[in-house]
């Protein structure tokens, strides 16, 4: 079985090669998706987060984000100990579902996938970048954003140079469309895709 990590910033078009690879009869793995599976199910990451951060839970259960936000995303230091909390419960979640997985093969979907220590189980690591300006074109369409938020929320997240230093393949989208896009990606990933 073949693990294939996939990164890159928002906007770039991760979701077409999670598509072509989901084709080719491999596991999608969202790591965002499964951090708010385990808030909403795993109690000890819960009490994890409440010993490191107070009451960030709502009296629904639901983790007050806006609070949690606040707290970390204006210190460095807040946000490393939020990693150090989510970090290895993410982690331990992706190598079970690895473990059980039957298909051809798992491609991790995850933003901090080196950052996390994931790529450490990936066969290829891919990253997918677009040009700025396109990557905040669709971010405004995608997530009805002004210029300004668009690109904000891009400003916060990391430089190209960042994967093209840390990951084994860089795939850059600036096609026309999603289907030339995943087209460039099969013929990329041929060995991959054939091998699982």
């Known amino acids: 079985m073949t693990v294939i990590g996939v990164t890159g ?4 078009g991760k979701t077409t090669l999670l598509h072509v690879l989901e084709q080719a009869g491999f596991q999608v793995i969202d790591c965002d998706r499964l951090y708010y599976e385990l808030l909403r199910t795993d109690a000890s990451f819960r009490q994890r987060l409440t010993e490191a951060f107070g009451p960030v839970f709502l009296p629904d259960g639901s983790l007050d984000r806006p609070a949690l936000a606040a707290r970390v995303f204006g210190s460095s230091g807040e946000l490393d100990r939020l990693n150090a909390v989510v970090y290895p419960a993410v982690c331990a979640a992706v190598k079970q579902k690895v473990k059980d997985c039957s298909q051809l093969g798992v491609a991790i979907d995850a933003i901090n996938l080196v950052e996390s220590g994931l790529d450490s ?9 677009a040009p700025a300006a396109l990557r905040q074109q669709r971010i405004m ?6 210029a300004q938020r668009a690109a904000a929320r891009m400003a ?3 430089l190209d140079s960042f994967y093209r230093e840390h990951c084994d393949l860089v795939l850059e989208n600036g096609e026309g469309s999603p289907e030339a896009f995943a087209e460039l ?8 895709l054939q091998g699982g």
């Not at 369409?141 to 002004?146: A, C, T």
Request: charge should be positive; hydrophobic fraction near 45%; aromatic fraction near 0%.
């Open 9 to 12: 910033p928002t906007g770039a």
């Open 121 to 129: 189980l990936c066969a290829c690591t891919v990253a997918v970048t």
């Open 141 to 146: 369409v995608r997530d009805r954003l002004d």
């Open 156 to 158: 916060a997240q990391k």
């Open 185 to 192: 990606v099969r013929r990329e990933l041929a060995g991959l």
